[in-house]
């Protein structure tokens, strides 16, 4: 069993910065596969990006490439997600979740249903 539990989410202005942090219980963090999902009000949950167990490669949504990125320390058992030029549309509840599930490639990642476990979420709010 894999807690997670988000913190770092706030109220930013546009176009600034703000770094999400997931804290994973367990010793296993560095087999899961991490990723970073939101859900905005009235929408769906969607991905957001993503990060193989070793950190050798990344995913992200089309929406955040560029201004985001993903990262993670094992030895912490911490996966990360700086947001920067943040846009009034990336507001959003943002979940972690981890993958037990051996995904190869972005089309894995970006399901839902490929991870087991997930956070409680944070609240990011960007104002214009």
């Known amino acids: 069993q894999v807690q997670l539990v988000e913190s770092g989410g706030g109220l930013v202005q546009a176009g600034g910065p703000l770094r999400l942090s997931c804290a994973a219980s367990?010793?296993?963090?560095?087999?899961?596969?991490m990723g970073w999902f939101r859900q905005a009000p009235g929408k769906e949950r969607e991905f957001v990006a993503a990060?193989?167990?070793?950190?050798?490669?990344?995913y992200y949504a089309d929406s955040v490439k560029g201004r985001f990125t993903i990262s993670r320390d094992n030895a912490k058992n911490t996966v990360y997600l700086q947001m920067n030029s943040l846009k009034p549309e990336d507001t959003a509840v943002y979940y972690c979740?981890?993958?037990?599930?051996?995904?190869?490639?972005?089309?894995?990642?970006?399901?839902?249903?490929?991870?087991?476990?997930w956070g409680q979420g944070t609240q990011v709010t960007v104002s214009s």
């Open positions: 990060i193989s167990w070793s950190s050798g490669s990344t």
């Open positions: 979740a981890a993958s037990t599930f051996r995904c190869s490639g972005y089309g894995c990642y970006v399901l839902g249903t490929k991870y087991d476990y």
């Open positions: 367990g010793r296993t963090f560095n087999r899961y596969g």
